[in-house]
């Protein structure tokens, strides 16, 4: 896949005026410090790394960037997005019946476990989440389209998307922190904002 913004390295601004201490010590810290399972189980982190890896998939990354540590950890602090539907149980225990009810789902339609399932089979099973077309009982518990697509899908996302390695993809200058931003028009950008290939 061809680069949106090719050659733009936001953290090739690290000793610039567009970061300052405080700036370059909180992306250290978000680079280096990768938090320690101390919510889910085992099983339930093997579970949500196998599903992180349809969701998001990173071939061309040495390392990836660690999506399961920060929701394990947002749930640790039981840390949400301030809000729950109505329908839903409170976050932790979302987040519990849903892992439980997408491996009791994998076992029903291919009789062994999400983690255990090929590539085809995980999208395959994903897919009839979003579509909520599922079968597991276990889903009564936890609407399954809405924990697809409210808790799996935009929260892995949104900490793939917050973490300095995947800035570049989206031509993200970082905080604005010092420098800030001046050109705030429509299809302006700073001078050392990323430009987009043609």
């Known amino acids: 896949m061809k680069p949106r913004y090719p050659g733009y ?11 300052d201490d405080s700036t ?8 280096g410090q ?10 339930e982190w093997a579970l949500l790394e196998a599903v992180n890896r349809r969701l998001l998939p990173q071939p061309e990354r040495s390392e990836p960037i660690p999506i399961t ?9 039981d840390r949400g997005e301030g809000y729950r539907r109505p329908d839903m149980p409170p976050l932790r225990q979302a987040w519990r019946l849903g892992l439980a009810a997408l491996d009791d789902e994998a076992r029903r339609q291919h009789g062994q476990g999400f983690a255990a399932l090929d590539g085809a ?6 897919q009839t989440l979003a579509d909520n077309r599922v079968l597991s ?29 995947a800035w570049d993809e989206i031509g993200f200058g ?13 299809g302006q950008r700073d001078p050392w904002e990323a430009r987009e290939a043609p």
Do not use: C
Not at 9 to 19: C, E, G, R, T, Y
Not at 34 to 43: D, G, H, I, M, S
């Open 9 to 19: 390295q936001v953290l090739a601004k690290w000793n610039s005026p567009s970061f």
């Open 24 to 31: 370059r010590a909180v992306l250290a810290r978000r680079l």
């Open 34 to 43: 990768v938090p320690p399972r101390r919510f889910l189980t085992e099983a």
């Open 69 to 77: 540590p920060w929701i394990d950890a947002m749930l640790h602090e």
């Open 121 to 126: 089979a995980q999208d395959a099973l994903l």
């Open 137 to 165: 009982p276990q889903w009564q518990a936890v609407h399954a389209q809405r924990f697809f697509v409210h808790l799996l899908l935009k929260t892995a996302a949104g900490i793939y998307y917050a973490h300095p390695a």
């Open 174 to 186: 970082g905080p604005a922190s010092p420098r800030g931003y001046v050109r705030l028009g429509f």
